[in-house]
């Protein structure tokens, strides 16, 4: 067994045809034998899938990323 602990949940829309909306997750599993951030999504039925297991350096990867990709659009604004 293991506790998800979430820091970050924000609304945005699933890819596809109907663009749903639905509630992102980050956050960590933090069990004995190693440390994940996890990625999950909820939808309106309260279905949340896990979407993605990173280790810390992975994350941050992907942190940096998410922040470059923001401040690209906020500079052509």
Known sequence: ?????YLCEVE???KGRDQKACILRAGFINRIS???VVLRTEDAGGISPIVAL???ETARELGE?????????AQSS
Do not use: H
């Open 1 to 5: 067994m293991y506790d998800e602990t």
């Open 12 to 14: 945005g829309r699933r």
């Open 34 to 36: 190693e440390r994940q």
């Open 54 to 56: 990173l280790t810390p």
């Open 65 to 73: 990323a998410l922040i470059k990709a923001a401040d690209r659009f």
